[in-house]
């Protein structure tokens, strides 16, 4: 008889996101590693009275899944995408991660464990611009550091890497297989209109279970944006566009709202598909959001100039925002990442460390060189998709979502946990697929 070779072999990428086979083996293999863990951990918030531990026990008790049972991490991914809209943080210290990321981090042991990460994606997509782009904007920061060395920006850099390599990595893997990708926006979106729904009974509130009502009003932006390209039933799409669309009224986030029009806009030329779906719900109604959206930009950009309004929010961010500006000017170097803290007397009682703007955030943090590198971090991968000769929907988003996060965040905070996350596996996603030479779906 011949030998029998025993060695057991990585699967092919993409096949490896089959669910677990067997149930009982999934469950005893896991489950006892999982409730000590989350035991421990309820212990020592019954010790301290630090709830930071209540909301990492069924994170990390899920941990010996991540390496027990490696083709299980689809399983990672859908939970990260139910849970990115409730943007709750976990952390220690200056280092605070949503829990959706934390589970895109649980990942990716399964993904690299199973070869998901292998090249058989679309090299013109150049997956590794990202990383390269993110290294440039780390070694200013870093730059920048040795010139004023605190170690908080160390430990900010670090928390940023994470939003965004982890889910730009996660979302190349997901590339691999367009069901599990689909599942995560799924998940993503019928979370999103869960959040909607709560915050339609505070209306106006600015903030509903735990949740500000600014980066709550980016979810439901993106989510919008997403649940209008991947909802086929138009009855259901158009419903859960009104409680979208409701819940984001409610929250009252205008930066959202403005970004959400420009996403519209990308999609409406970019993708044939939407621009159909669009045109049912009304060319008028596009029309009279975009002329809105420009409306309240310009009138948005004289409330920045003209201190003398009375709008309390709006002049908030005008001092903040100059604040930042006039440190710059002192310090063309820039003073640190994660260092801002505003020294107008006026805001001493405002509980804010960034200017709500995150161009003139980079500006103070490292002067233009840092700005420099931010913007063709955002930008360059966008401008890959772009060039294209062919977009499937993942492509039309790639470029809708980062551009209406980018204007967004022109008004509030762009570095605040979760609220990158949608983008960056999108990008992630659209630059790894390789499209097939005759799509449904193709640019204008």
């Known amino acids: 008889m011949g030998r029998v070779d025993t060695v057991k072999r990585l699967p092919a990428p993409g096949t490896a ?16 590693g999982g409730v000590l863990v989350a035991y421990l951990l309820f212990v020592v918030y019954l010790a301290t009275g630090d709830s930071k531990f209540v909301l990492l026990a069924p994170v990390l008790a899920a941990v010996p899944l991540a390496f027990g049972v490696p083709r299980a991490w689809p399983v990672f991914v859908i939970a990260a995408g139910l849970a990115l809209p409730w943007i709750y943080g976990v952390g220690i210290g200056p280092i605070t991660l949503s829990i959706s990321d934390v ?204 201190r003398s309004l009375s709008n309390e929010t709006l002049d908030q961010r005008a001092l903040l925002r100059a604040d930042a500006l006039e440190r710059w000017h002192a310090n063309p170097i820039g003073n640190g990442v994660g260092t801002y803290v505003p020294q107008v007397a006026q805001l001493s009682q405002l509980r804010s460390n960034d200017p709500h703007n995150v161009f003139v955030l980079c500006l103070y943090e490292g002067g233009i060189p840092l700005l420099v590198a931010f913007v063709l971090l955002c930008l360059v991968p966008v401008f890959l998709v772009i060039r294209r000769s062919r977009f499937s929907w993942i492509h039309a988003l790639a470029v809708a979502v980062p551009v209406s996060l980018l204007v967004r965040s022109y008004f509030d905070i762009y570095w605040v946990r979760a609220t990158p996350t949608l983008c960056w596996v999108i990008l992630g996603a659209a630059l790894a697929t390789r499209v097939p030479s005759a799509r449904k779906d193709q640019a204008v």
């Open 17 to 32: 996101s089959r669910w677990p086979g067997s149930l009982a083996s999934f469950v005893s293999r896991q489950a006892v």
């Open 103 to 306: 589970m895109l981090l649980g990942s990716l042991p399964g993904i690299l464990l199973c070869g998901e990460m292998r090249q058989r994606h679309d090299k013109r997509g150049r997956v590794g611009v990202v990383p390269a782009l993110f290294a440039l904007y780390a070694a200013v920061a870093l730059f920048v550091y040795l010139q004023f060395p605190v170690s908080t920006s160390l430990l900010t850099i670090a928390t940023r890497s994470v939003m965004v390599l982890v889910p730009f990595a996660c979302g190349v893997a997901l590339a691999n297989s367009e069901r599990v990708l689909r599942a995560f926006l799924h998940a993503y979106v019928a979370s999103c209109a869960a959040l909607a729904a709560v915050w339609l009974t505070s209306f106006g509130s600015p903030a509903v279970a735990g949740i500000n009502k600014n980066p709550g009003g980016q979810m439901l932006a993106g989510a919008i944006l997403v649940g209008v390209v991947i909802v086929k039933k138009p009855a259901l799409r158009t419903g859960l566009v009104l409680l979208l669309g409701g819940g984001l009224a409610a929250t009252g986030s205008r930066g959202a709202v403005v970004g959400l029009m420009a996403g519209c806009l990308v999609l409406f030329v970019l993708h044939s598909e939407t621009r159909r779906r669009m045109s049912r719900l009304g060319q008028f109604l596009v029309s009279g959001l975009i002329a809105f959206a420009l409306g309240y930009f310009g009138r948005t950009q004289s409330a920045f100039l003209d």
